[in-house]
């Protein structure tokens, strides 16, 4: 059809097609992105989504990106009683974040056949519980550079939650991503096509 229409085009045309379906490419054929800031909101759109696609004639093998969810300890910082002690919210995250921090790569180590990463971790919180979290005491620095010793759970509550294997990121928003396979003998086109108007 393409070459028909174009018969009368000054250049040269080459026309190829290929009967390989998306899957073979690397991608699970069909891709829905939900992009937002909420994770909260991101987890149950896209439990919504993967259950509309479920639905839709020629797919399989449908997964939302929650099935190696792992549970979390969310610490949620109150901005008043961090402010009581003279502090930002950012600097409780920040004296958390360091105690909770994972390994570093300190260097590596190469060899004629391979390079080793070599880790420096600190003992002290290798083996860090969540009831370890929650008596968690932070040295923090003050605006005024005074040092004060405050109770994580005087400035902070604490919730148990689903927490993401890893959080997608593309142009500085986050996004899951629902995927399908198509289902033997059915057409990627139409599928697609299917999933669009559902």
């Not at 259950?51 to 969310?74: F, H, K, M, P, Y």
């Not at 003279?86 to 921090?101: D, H, R």
């Not at 148990?160 to 399908?180: H, P």
């Given at each position: 059809?393409?070459?028909e ?33 909420d ?6 759109i896209?439990?919504?989504?993967k ?18 969810s ?9 901005r ?48 860090m ?8 005491t ?29 959080i997608?990121r ?6 899951m ?22």
């Amino acid at each position: 059809k393409i070459e028909e229409i174009t018969k009368d085009l000054d250049g040269e045309l080459t026309v190829s097609t290929s009967s390989m379906d998306m899957s073979a490419l690397g991608s699970s054929g069909i891709v829905v992105q939900i992009k937002g800031k909420d994770l909260d909101k991101l987890r149950e759109i896209a439990g919504d989504v993967k259950e509309i696609v479920a639905g839709v004639e020629g797919t399989t093998n449908v997964l939302d990106g929650t099935e190696d969810s792992t549970d979390e300890l969310r610490v949620v910082v109150d901005r008043e009683k961090a402010s009581a002690h003279g502090l930002t919210v950012a600097q409780v995250y920040q004296e958390l974040a360091g105690k909770l921090s994972e390994a570093k790569t300190a260097t590596v180590l190469s060899t004629d056949t391979n390079e080793y990463d070599v880790y420096v971790k600190d003992a002290a919180n290798e083996s860090m519980t969540r009831d370890d979290v929650r008596n968690m005491t932070l040295e923090v620095t003050k605006q005024d550079g005074t040092t004060e010793q405050v109770k994580l759970s005087d400035v902070a509550s604490f919730e148990n939650a689903k927490g993401l294997q890893a959080i997608s990121r593309k142009e500085q928003s986050r996004y899951m991503s629902v995927t399908a396979e198509i289902a033997d003998g059915d057409n990627i086109g139409l599928v697609s096509s299917r999933v669009k108007k559902t």
